[in-house]
Structures are given as structure tokens and as C-alpha cells.
């Protein structure tokens, strides 16, 4: 069992930054693919990016974060971050991140591992 624990989320304006934590815990041997989802209130979860270390840390984003978000990890600490750049009232969601051995399962929103979410609001 892996437990992901998110932190960063706040309260930001419309332009800034923030960034965003997921530390892993537990078997990480399962945490060779990392991704970040996100769900606005009365929204689906939806993918935001994610990250494999299979193929050589390669990394993936959703359109409309690509650009402004940047995902990176690192391996000694367990842990997964999320910098997001000129925020936007849109990017207002929860964010969760998700762990799993399997490319494929994480990016498809079907992992192994959640954490609990850590909340982002961006005012305009």
C-alpha cells in the first residue's frame, strides 16, 4: 500500500504561482508512475499531468495546463510536485495526486494509490 499526502493548495490571485507537493509513503517501489488530477466543485475529476519514471521521467499535460504547470519528482524524497504558473479562476479544483506501477493506470485515472486532495482556489 502507498499513502500520498498532498500539500500547497491556498488561496491565490489570478497570475500567480503555486506549488504543489504529493510525498509518498509506504511500498514507493509502486510509485514509478505519479500523476496529478484535479476536480472543480460540481465537475469530473480530471486528468492534469503525470510523470513516469519507466520512461525516463518522461512527462505528459493536459492542453490546457501545458505551458503554465510544470511536474517534477524527486526520487529520494519520495515526492511529486506540481508548479503552476499563471493561475487562472479556471484552475480552481481540488488536487489529487495518484501513484501507480502502471503508466497506463495512472494516466487513464484508474491508479492504485489517491491522496486525500489539497484545495486551490484562484480568485480573478
Known amino acids: 500500500q502507498v499513502q500520498l499526502v498532498e500539500s500547497g493548495g491556498g488561496l491565490v490571485k489570478a497570475g500567480d504561482s503555486l506549488r504543489l507537493s504529493c510525498t509518498a509513503s509506504?511500498?514507493?517501489?509502486?510509485?514509478?508512475?505519479m500523476a496529478w488530477f484535479r476536480q472543480a466543485p460540481g465537475g469530473e475529476r480530471e486528468f492534469v499531468g503525470a510523470f513516469s519514471a519507466w520512461t525516463g521521467g518522461i512527462v505528459r499535460y493536459a492542453g490546457s495546463v501545458e505551458g503554465r504547470f510544470t511536474i517534477s519528482k524527486e526520487s529520494d524524497k519520495n515526492t511529486l510536485y506540481l508548479q503552476m504558473n499563471i493561475l487562472r479562476p479556471e484552475d480552481t479544483a481540488v488536487y489529487y495526486c495518484?501513484?501507480?506501477?502502471?503508466?497506463?493506470?495512472?494516466?487513464?485515472?484508474?491508479?492504485?494509490?489517491w491522496g486525500q486532495g489539497t484545495q486551490v482556489t484562484v480568485s480573478s
Open positions: 509506504g511500498r514507493t517501489y509502486r510509485t514509478d508512475a
Open positions: 495518484a501513484s501507480d506501477r502502471v503508466y497506463q493506470r495512472v494516466i487513464l485515472g484508474n491508479p492504485a494509490s
